[in-house]
């Protein structure tokens, strides 16, 4: 059903034509073609990638139906001082955005625009975020310039002609204009109209700037309608875990980018837990959106079908599901490859890279010989761990919510907050080192609220009272905790093995959900005693678990006085109830330090 006209008959469609009509007038391709999704599109598009050398073929013995784009060195993570949100009241964007007035932004923009598609198709590309069935499910349509980006959203979406039918049926959609245009990093913005449900993404070919179903649609424009309509858009992995009596307990976590939330979604549990019947379940690795369900309790779907996840470090070892879903039919993008043309990063044990990620013989002086943010995308349906509740329409209950950073110091393994009031202020105040998922410097500490700095599309002051809103009657809200596994002792080791051993602390949280597991109260909130985690076959250094789960109480003092400066950021928006709260933990911080002058809460 491939179209190669310039609209499509339907008077339901009329608006999406008339927008497509007004973009060909500003863009000026030479054609226009409406992706529907199949495989003769997807083939034909390859082919002709694989031609202008978009693509490169990656070794089909090994890795049948896997293919390599290397892109511009200067365009291979996402750029946060240029993605903008722009709505008409700069005090709804927030200090957390990059703001611009909505009239100066498209003029800026549709200036770049401007003819940019002059000997280029232009790809219109019917898109829906969550199963197609789902009413939890929102659709879009990105115009691109991009086959590559055609590929890698058929990879990560429900591209194509079921879309458009159900855009069809309900006249709705996120409007998403992109065009790779020079590759600039000079002419280049991510912009965002949460108001106008549109989005304007020029200049950049990298998924999380220009795949825009994904961190533009999924969470910055659905994070405003989300506190519209009642519900949650996060930056949160789903995941299922199952007890050896068959009892599966969902689990949203967020983490800022490159911290591990494919691995935990993917995880493999330790030899003593898989004998004794422990599965893992993946719905999403991502990007979690949560509706309050008729019960009171949150059910998630995973708006994606797809993983784009960070190819360095993935291994055997460190993440076995996400290793075999990638051997086949997946983009790589950035990655080093071997003598006979295999894929390979940094982390992975097979193979040898002769050739770097821009395509130069490989030379360790140059650096790593995979970019640290090199990307795979891939087929959800293809990790042997895919959870078949990830095609529920209904979603999936959320028992817990979990909240996570890179915190190499003070923040202990895992704690659990008191109540919900108590878990919104732990998931504002959640800090990070960042990471080579966005340029700049990478390893500096800051705030990021629920990770969702680089993607909340609103104030972040209301975007804390939204969360709070959800602490109503009738509500069963998941319990929330945080969790940190990338202390560090004193040599600058990590304490924690991490990967799979983390299920030892989703087994807590888990107990904590379901009243089976002890915890003890401290100022900052519940956590495992040693005997409560379940440590059998667990090697640690010694001392190692005593320091994970001690609570410095004068690193707290100032941890908390910091939180209190940065709630204080977003003025009046602010919640006063999570004031509240942060000075209640600083009273209760001062009072265990009176009773135990210069002591730590040791386990
Ligand atoms: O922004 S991406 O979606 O490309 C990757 C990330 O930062 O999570
Ligand atoms: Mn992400």
């Known amino acids: 059903m491939s179209q190669h006209t310039s609209s499509i008959t339907s008077s339901r ?72 949100v ?72 429900r591209m194509g002609a079921p879309a458009l039918a159900r855009i069809e049926r309900e006249g709705t959609f996120v409007k998403g204009l992109h065009s790779i245009g020079e590759l600039d990093p000079e002419r280049r913005f991510i912009m965002h109209f949460p108001e106008e449900l549109t989005i304007k993404s020029y200049g950049s070919g990298y998924g999380g700037t220009a795949l825009l179903g994904k961190k533009c649609h999924a969470l910055r424009i659905a994070s405003w309608q989300a506190r519209q309509e009642g519900w949650l858009a996060e930056h949160m992995l789903i995941v299922g875990v199952e007890d050896p009596r068959g009892n599966i307990h969902y689990i949203a976590a967020a983490f800022p980018s490159a911290c591990g939330k494919t691995n935990l979604s993917m995880l493999i549990p330790p030899e003593g837990y898989r004998h004794a019947g422990w599965k893992v379940w993946t719905i999403g690795d991502d990007i979690c959106w949560m509706h309050p369900g008729p019960d009171g309790r949150l059910y998630a779907i995973n708006p994606e079908a797809g993983f784009f996840g960070v190819a360095p470090g993935t291994d055997h070892g460190t993440n076995p599901n996400a290793l075999a879903s990638i051997q086949h039919d997946t983009i790589y993008t950035n990655v080093a490859v071997t003598a006979d043309n295999q894929p390979w990063w940094e982390g992975l044990h097979e193979g040898t890279p002769v050739t770097d990620w821009r395509g130069r013989p490989y030379d360790s002086a140059h650096g790593p010989a995979a970019h640290p943010n090199s990307r795979f995308t891939v087929a959800a349906r293809q990790a042997p761990s895919w959870s078949p509740m990830a095609e529920h329409p209904q979603g999936v209950p959320i028992s817990a919510i979990v909240f996570g950073g890179r915190r190499p110091s003070l923040v202990p393994l895992v704690f659990q907050a008191r109540d919900w009031a108590h878990g919104v202020l732990v998931g504002a105040a959640m800090g990070s080192e960042t990471t080579a998922a966005a340029t700049g410097a990478v390893g500096v500490l800051r705030r990021d609220s629920m990770a969702m700095k680089p993607f909340c599309g609103y104030n972040y002051g209301d975007y804390f009272a939204h969360w709070l809103s959800f602490d109503r009657p009738g509500m069963k809200l998941p319990q929330m905790f945080h969790v940190n596994w990338f202390r560090k002792g004193a040599g600058g080791k990590f ?31 519940l956590l495992p005693r040693a005997s409560d985690l379940h440590s059998e076959g667990l090697a640690l250094r010694e001392g190692a678990l005593d320091e994970l789960l001690a609570v410095d109480l004068d690193g707290w003092a100032s941890e908390v006085s910091d939180i209190g400066q940065y709630l204080d950021s977003f003025g009046t928006h602010t919640p006063a109830r999570l004031h509240a709260e942060r000075e209640r933990i600083a009273a209760a911080i001062e009072r265990a330090r009176g009773a135990l002058p210069h002591a730590k809460v040791a386990s």
């Open 86 to 157: 722009c709505t008409r009241e700069r005090d709804d964007a927030g200090p957390n955005t990059h703001w611009l007035a909505p009239d100066e932004a498209h003029a800026k923009i549709d200036a770049l625009f401007d003819g940019c598609m002059r000997g280029r198709t232009l790809y219109v590309i019917p898109y829906c975020m969550g199963p197609i069935d789902s009413p939890l499910s929102r659709c879009g349509v990105e115009i691109t310039d991009s086959p590559y980006v055609v590929a890698n959203m058929r990879i990560m979406t």
């Open 495 to 525: 304490l924690w093995p991490g990967f799979g051993e983390n299920l030892r602390v989703l087994e807590w949280i888990i107990g904590r959900c379901t009243g089976a597991a002890g915890a003890q109260d401290t100022p900052i909130g």
């Open 13 to 84: 469609l009329e608006a999406l034509n008339h927008w497509v009509a007004a973009v060909a007038h500003l863009t000026r391709p030479d054609h226009i073609h409406w992706c529907d999704g199949s495989e003769a599109e997807a083939a034909a598009l390859r082919a002709q990638m694989l031609a202008d050398g978009t693509l490169l073929e990656l070794n089909q013995q090994t890795h049948p139906g896997c293919y390599l784009h290397r892109s511009t060195p200067s365009d291979v993570a996402r750029v946060e001082h240029l993605t903008l």
